[in-house]
């Protein structure tokens, strides 16, 4: 009764084209981002904000970008995490020594140096296909990972290895508190995933998947795989470098390469596996799954009453993560985002059960 | 998009002439020594038995395979070394005998997808889809659901293609190839696997392609009465080599392809 | 002459590392071989087996550690044919892939929850005196590390054995047919679980000689699971279905990691004025990058002819 579609005539193509064609998934939408703007701030703390809200934003970013690459073009890629380093250190770099650079243009630094790094190692993919990419993808993780932790420059000589950042200030106004920090992040988010959503629904998306789905029949339709291929390196790799570079600066505040590793790149894989693969909804739901489930296992021990080493929890974490993958690849291939919508399907039948 | 006048296919203005080519996979002679001329605004059957080099007949002219001797020419002007998303610029579109659409995306995705080459609106209009950005992308959707007015499929574009009952799949890929608006339209087998029904049906979309929109076709078949009904030529191969080449009639007549593929009726 | 010295010296020991490579990489072509899935969870498997053996190894003879590590790999391998394989048998290669994933990640947390996390050595007895051969030639001699060597042909003899079985034997034979085609298999009476589950067990028998040959190396631990994702590059150049591949191409990523840490490393640091080498952790991925480009489907792989 609550979610009809009855009497809502699309009539025009644009309407039917819109992001969200049924009048209630709008609603639902706007008021979500109002209520994360205006609502959270009410009520939330300091750990809302900084262990749950931001990172699960940020994530959502690279999310976003590993999912337009994998889950859109079909493109498997390992790498995301040097490309979040590539961001990180580029942003830390234009920040060292150009101080005073507004931080919007620093962060569109990063995302464009991690674009010409991600094209630049996404040339083999014109050649390279499957599981063969993948691996040449490792080979971009593993070397970016060193770079980082041999060339001094970019860590400008520090003997420790890692770096810091200060706290960051927008247009001389300082973001020194979660809350504002949250409101930025949250801010940078809702307007790449409103790009990346437009981005996929039109033609550009479409060449992706085409690409994805049947590469040869692509070309015989006029896509040329290179153009494909690289503008998906390209897009893909400016959100991954924009979301490390926000790690970097807004959440870790001090890292060093490992933040970057080869791990990383696994955890925002999965995060598009379990969320849903090819759905920007699912980026935002495998982000939030991947942040959730470690702080609900630390809470464990004291639910349960036993005392568990952080070791072990670790190690549950491994042993869940792994587990859900499978269960959500045996279950529901299309992750979180199907269910989602499976969900929504029924509700739009409710009460009536057919 | 005009109708070709009877002086059009008579005359016989050649849109792609194949000039003695010839295909070989590692030793394996696909196509020896074939020529084959289209002309604007004809239906050009091939037909032959199994493995006679049809389907890479077919594959040499989108730009598939490339051919190790012999000549092609499209719109007057000689190619060589095409790629196939140059023979789709070209204006020359196909569809094939395993139904090679989208799986991931829907009916009416997969013929938007054919499209893209007329797409213009570049990557910063997509990321903030104002304006000319949408209004191209609402032209395209028009012309688009013409095309699937055109084909009978209004009730099925937002089923994912894969969901789709073969028939309707290869009307799909049907649509997706009118999308291109292309002069030469490739038809691999695209009757395969369907009813009599099924069968009218498609015959009279690809006479409607023909007559109505102008398009040049040439089609694979097996279903010899099909073919002898919609072509204006017709060629026959077998192992790789051309045994006849003519109007159904004369083909249907000749020794040599009644011996080799038609058979004597009984 | 005495400059080559040094030269073949980290040859040899890199040939040698390149044996315990291709070991680990011949798990991945065994699994590919028979079932097409790219086996992400071989790493994780060695990791698994070695603990395992480590453990057991504490408070019981080796071979009985031995014997009892190959019922826990067998048991391990029924498991994921159950639980995994079964379900996913039309999936697509990328679904498999992710499936394996998700079992090296449930593997690793599994392996750590029930043997602990520590790190854990590998007693096997082998001799640890370093053999110097060729003095004669070199002064000094070139030294060999003889658990390295004994290792070596351990992994040499298994290599051939498991090349000679896929070969010859019946079982070999349908598990060819298999990975060609799981459906054709199927249909002229393969029986395909069975068949995964074998496969599966033998690539645990494989992984957990590699366990224990690396873990005696390196002391088993948690980066062993790393080392085996080292395999990926040799398995690109040797190809994901050649026996003799994953050998060559182990031999190959072996020698020349070893020699690029040991003689472009310095040459790269000084000239960039780099913190320090490690260039291994980067040059077998690059090296096969490379190979790609030339060749994408590996010195020993088919070729893939696209047909429409």
């Not at chain 1, 990063?110 to 630049?120: D, Q, R, T």
């Not at chain 1, 296992?297 to 491994?318: D, K, R, V, Y």
């Not at chain 3, 320090?276 to 096969?288: C, D, R």
Request: glycine residues 10%; neutral net charge.
């Amino acid at each position: 009764m609550l979610y009809r579609e009855a009497g809502q005539f699309k009539t025009s193509y644009i309407a039917d084209e819109a992001i969200f064609p049924i009048a209630q998934d709008r609603w639902f939408v706007i008021g979500l981002i109002v209520f994360a703007f205006l609502g959270v701030p009410l009520f939330a703390g300091q750990y809302l904000y900084t262990e749950i809200l931001i990172p699960v934003l940020i994530l959502s970013i690279a999310a976003i970008g590993l999912n337009i690459l994998t889950g859109y073009c079909g493109q498997l890629s390992l790498g995301s995490g040097g490309f979040m380093a590539v961001g990180a250190y580029a942003a830390y770099n234009l920040a060292l020594r150009l101080p005073g650079t507004n931080i919007i243009l620093v962060f569109l630094f990063a995302g464009f140096m991690a674009m010409l790094v991600g094209i630049l190692f996404g040339l083999p993919s014109l050649r390279i296909k499957g599981f063969y990419l993948a691996v040449a993808t490792l080979a971009s993780q593993f070397f970016l990972e060193w770079c980082f932790a041999r060339v001094k420059w970019f860590t400008n000589y520090t003997p420790s290895g890692s770096v810091a950042v200060n706290r960051i200030d927008l247009f001389g106004y300082p973001i020194d508190t979660p809350g504002k920090t949250y409101i930025l992040v949250l801010a940078i988010t809702v307007v790449l995933a409103l790009a990346a959503k437009n981005l996929v629904r039109g033609w550009i998306g479409r060449m992706w998947m085409a690409m994805r789905d049947m590469d040869i029949a692509a070309e015989i339709i006029g896509i040329r795989p290179l153009h494909a291929k690289l503008s998906a390196f390209a897009v893909s790799s400016f959100y991954i470098g924009v979301a490390g570079a926000l790690w970097a600066f807004l959440r870790l505040g001090s890292w060093e390469p490992l933040a970057f590793d080869v791990n990383r790149s696994f955890q925002v894989l999965f995060m598009i596996i379990i969320g849903g693969l090819g759905t920007i909804l699912g980026s935002f739901l495998g982000a939030a799954f991947i942040v959730l489930l470690p702080i609900l296992l630390n809470q464990l021990p004291s639910w349960l009453g036993i005392p568990i080493s952080t070791a072990m929890i670790s190690h549950i974490e491994f042993m869940l993560f792994g587990a859900m993958i499978v269960l959500f690849l045996i279950a529901e291939p299309h992750g979180l985002a199907r269910l989602w919508a499976i969900a929504k399907e029924k509700l739009r039948l409710w009460p009536f059960p057919y | 998009m005009r109708a070709p006048s009877e002086q059009d296919v008579a005359a016989g203005e050649v849109l792609l002439s194949v000039e003695n080519v010839s295909l070989a996979f590692g030793g394996v002679k696909a196509i020896s020594g074939v020529s084959l001329d289209i002309r604007r605004g004809e239906i050009r059957a091939i037909i032959g038995p199994n493995g006679a080099g049809k389907t890479s007949m077919l594959n040499i002219i989108n730009g598939f395979y490339q051919p190790q001797h012999g000549r092609i020419a499209f719109k007057g002007r000689e190619r060589s070394r095409m790629r196939p998303y140059d023979a789709a610029h070209g204006g020359i579109a196909r569809t094939f005998q395993n139904v090679a659409l989208f799986k991931g995306m829907t009916a009416l995705d997969n013929i938007m997808v054919g499209r893209t080459l007329k797409m213009r609106r570049g990557m910063l209009w997509q990321l903030l889809r104002v304006g000319p950005a949408v209004r191209e992308e609402v032209e395209h959707r028009r012309q688009v659901e013409e095309i699937i007015d055109f084909l009978k499929i209004q009730s099925i574009r937002k089923v994912p293609v894969g969901k789709l009952p073969y028939g309707l799949q290869k009307r799909v890929e049907l649509g997706r190839a009118l999308a291109m608006e292309p002069d030469l339209l490739l038809l691999d087998e695209p009757m395969a696997g369907m009813n009599l029904e099924e069968k009218e049906d498609m015959s009279r979309f690809i006479l409607d392609v023909n007559e109505h929109y102008g398009t040049t076709v040439a089609l694979i078949e097996h279903d010899i009465g099909v073919v002898m009904d919609l072509s204006d030529r017709v060629m026959v191969l077998d192992h790789g080599v051309k045994i006849a080449d003519g109007t159904p009639d004369e083909v249907q007549s000749n020794q040599a392809v009644i011996d080799a593929y038609l058979g004597v009726a009984h | 002459m005495e400059a080559l010295g040094p030269v073949l010296e980290t040859l040899i020991g890199g040939l040698l590392t390149g044996v315990l490579y291709a070991l680990v990489a011949l798990g991945f072509v065994l699994i590919f071989k028979a079932s097409g899935v790219f086996n992400f969870a071989q790493g994780a498997m060695v990791l698994f087996a070695a603990l395992s053996f480590a453990r057991l190894a504490e408070f019981m003879p080796l071979i009985v550690a031995f014997a009892l590590a190959v019922v826990i790999m067998i048991a391990l391998a029924y498991a994921i044919e159950l639980l995994v394989l079964r379900h996913l048998v039309n999936q697509e290669g990328i679904i498999l892939f992710m499936a394996t994933l998700g079992i090296a990640y449930f593997l690793e947390g599994f392996g750590q929850t029930v043997w602990g996390s520590d790190i854990y050595k590998i007693n096997l007895g082998l001799p640890t005196n370093p053999i110097f051969i060729l003095e004669s030639v070199f002064p000094g001699g070139l030294l060999i590390d003889p658990a390295e060597l004994i290792a070596a042909v351990i992994c040499a003899v298994m290599v051939l054995g498991l090349a000679i079985f896929f070969q010859v034997t019946r079982v070999g034979r349908a598990l060819r047919a298999v990975a060609d085609d799981h459906q054709a298999a199927q249909s002229v009476g393969i029986p395909l679980d069975y068949i995964w589950l074998m496969v599966w067990a033998v690539a645990g028998l494989v992984a957990l000689v590699a366990g224990m040959m690396w873990g005696a190396k390196l002391g088993v631990q948690f980066s062993l699971s790393l080392v085996a994702l080292k395999a990926l590059p040799v398995l690109i150049l040797g190809g994901f279905t050649s026996i003799p591949g994953a050998i060559v191409g182990g031999l190959i990523i072996g020698a020349s990691e070893k020699l690029a840490e040991v003689f472009l490393a310095p040459v790269l640091v000084r000239t960039f004025d780099l913190a320090g080498g490690g260039i291994e952790n980067w040059f077998a991925y690059v090296l096969a990058l490379l190979f790609l480009l030339v060749r994408p489907q590996g010195l020993f792989g088919e070729r893939i002819i696209e047909r429409v």
